[in-house]
């Protein structure tokens, strides 16, 4: 999983609980993201950073935050999770101007919130 | 209507087939074309990308895009049980990556 990874793997928690899923790399690459895969959505971008403290938002940004504080770490955050935040959450790299600008995923981490 | 619809399949074959993968979108500015392969419980790697239309192989993968009819599709020839896999299509307008719109995926299983 090129060198990506995500904690926890695996996740149990409940309504209204805050969050936080990890994502470590070491490819040293300056682009990180988050996606969300559910049945029936395929892989949808919640956040993404170009740089240290420099996040944007995805396409399903609402309920998340992000935060970037090393080029090495990605941080996504559920304020107070709900239901529909059950799934499984990739975290992603890529570095500009590299051939094709390649993502690299990591291993998810599949969260399941009561 | 979904920008990007994929059959999802199961698609279940016999060892040593053709198997063909495809994708349609709405979007004729996408530009760049990829098709990912994920393995149960793991994440998706990328297996081959293509710019504009044409095709593109690379051993017994062939990818084809047809912008004209907003279509794709990925061939695996000679399929093997390792091949059992979800394949994902994805599109993009440039070459950021992290703009890329992914189909939902169809599950594909290679029987020996």
């Known amino acids: 999983d090129a060198g990506i990874t995500q904690s926890p793997r695996h996740k149990v928690t409940e309504t209204g609980t805050p969050v936080t899923l990890r994502c470590h790399q070491t490819?040293?690459?300056?682009?990180m993201y988050w996606y969300r895969q559910d049945p029936g959505h395929g892989l949808r971008l919640i956040h993404y950073?170009?740089?240290?403290?420099?996040?944007d938002k995805g396409e399903v940004s609402d309920g998340y935050s992000v935060s970037r504080s090393k080029t090495e770490d990605f941080l996504l955050t559920l304020e107070s999770a709900t239901s529909s935040q059950t799934s499984v959450y990739f975290c992603?790299?890529?570095?500009?101007?590299?051939?094709?600008?390649?993502?690299?995923f990591g291993p998810g981490t599949r969260l399941l919130v009561l | 209507q979904k920008e990007v619809e994929q059959d999802p399949g199961p698609l279940s074959v016999p060892e040593g087939a053709i198997v063909s993968l495809n994708c349609t979108y709405s979007?004729?500015?996408?530009?760049?074309f990829m098709w990912y392969r994920q393995y149960s419980r793991k994440g998706p790697e990328l297996l081959m990308y293509t710019y504009s239309s044409g095709n593109k192989e690379d051993g017994r993968f062939t990818a084809q895009v047809d912008k004209s009819s907003k279509y794709i599709s990925l061939f695996i020839r000679d399929s093997q049980p390792s091949d059992s896999a979800t394949y994902l299509c994805?599109?993009?307008?440039?070459?950021?990556?992290?703009?890329?719109?992914f189909g939902d995926g169809t599950t594909l299983t290679v029987k020996p």
């Open positions: 490819e040293n690459h300056r682009y």
């Open positions: 992603a790299i890529s570095e500009p101007g590299t051939p094709q600008e390649t993502q690299y």
């Open positions: 994805a599109m993009s307008l440039d070459t950021n990556a992290g703009k890329s719109t």
């Open positions: 979007n004729s500015a996408f530009q760049y």
């Open positions: 950073s170009y740089g240290v403290k420099d996040t």
